[in-house]
């Protein structure tokens, strides 16, 4: 298994994500976590890979000034970009899931990942930790791309990745991101002393104007991950077959890419 490289981000890519992010499902899905969440105001909240911090500003106004919200993410350009949401009670930092070491112990209400639970590679040592800063019955949220319903361009990806010149490349053949499925998800949040209040798999269908929309979503949602593996004389002639394959999937909408995703609830026992 290849960990994902945090080398690849660029000033482009963070600025895209706060762009593409703010009117895509990938904001609205995580409006959604929240409402399952039901928040409240005064609660204490830690956002896991909070990228732009769209997200996290928004949870800031619903805990309000009585409550506190913090946002970590391993990728600093995109973490400078989340700081100029400025709110009394909404901080930001470079960290990660692996390493919740600087919060103490039973301190957050509600701990949440959006979208970002499938690029954890090893999942356990997240979970712990999530379990440790946690109150006694608090909440973690996930939302994740389901290992039973790949979403249709990493099909794309791995189908073309897979093929000679780029399959010389060992990243090309890793499966990213690293999703899990319904019943590995429950053993892992039971193991990890979790009880599950939800778990569903629910449709994640976006529809964009073009390829070119499609691959840039991609870039900036894995950092660059999706191809920037590839030596720069490559990346060309693999972006024009992705971009190939997509235009099979137009509709009169647009591209029309289709999977789904997982979302669980559970609470800390």
Not at 13 to 19: F, I, M, N, T
Not at 186 to 196: A, C, H, K, T
Request: proline share 4%.
């Amino acid at each position: 298994m290849h960990a994902l490289s945090l080398a690849f981000d660029t000033q482009r890519l963070a600025e895209k994500s706060e762009e593409l992010s703010s009117d895509r499902q990938l904001f609205k899905r995580g409006k959604w976590l929240i409402d399952d969440l039901n928040i409240s105001e005064g609660e204490s909240v830690l956002d896991i890979g909070c990228g732009t911090g769209l997200l996290a500003e928004y949870v800031a106004d619903i805990v309000g000034p009585a409550g506190s919200v913090t946002g970590i993410d391993p990728l600093p350009l995109r973490i400078d970009i989340a700081r100029r949401k400025i709110r009394a009670n909404l901080e930001f930092q470079v960290g990660n899931a692996y390493d919740l070491s600087e919060f103490p112990e039973n301190h957050f209400d509600t701990v949440y990942l959006n979208a970002v639970f499938h690029w954890l590679g090893e999942k356990e040592q997240p979970l712990q930790q999530i379990h440790r800063v946690l109150k006694a019955g608090g909440h973690l949220g996930l939302n994740s791309g389901s290992k039973d319903h790949p979403f249709h361009l990493e099909k794309i990806r791995n189908r073309v990745l897979s093929k000679p010149p780029y399959n010389a490349f060992s990243e090309s053949l890793s499966r990213f991101p690293h999703l899990v499925s319904v019943p590995e998800l429950v053993w892992l949040l039971d193991r990890n002393q979790f009880s599950i209040n939800k778990v569903e798999v629910q449709n994640n269908i976006f529809t964009l104007a073009n390829p070119e929309d499609a691959i840039d979503f991609s870039h900036s949602s894995s950092f660059a991950n999706f191809i920037g593996h590839l030596p720069e004389a490559l990346r060309d002639s693999a972006m024009d077959e992705i971009k190939q394959e997509l235009e099979r999937l137009r509709t009169a909408e647009g591209i029309r890419l289709e999977g789904h995703r997982i979302v669980a609830i559970a609470a800390k026992k």
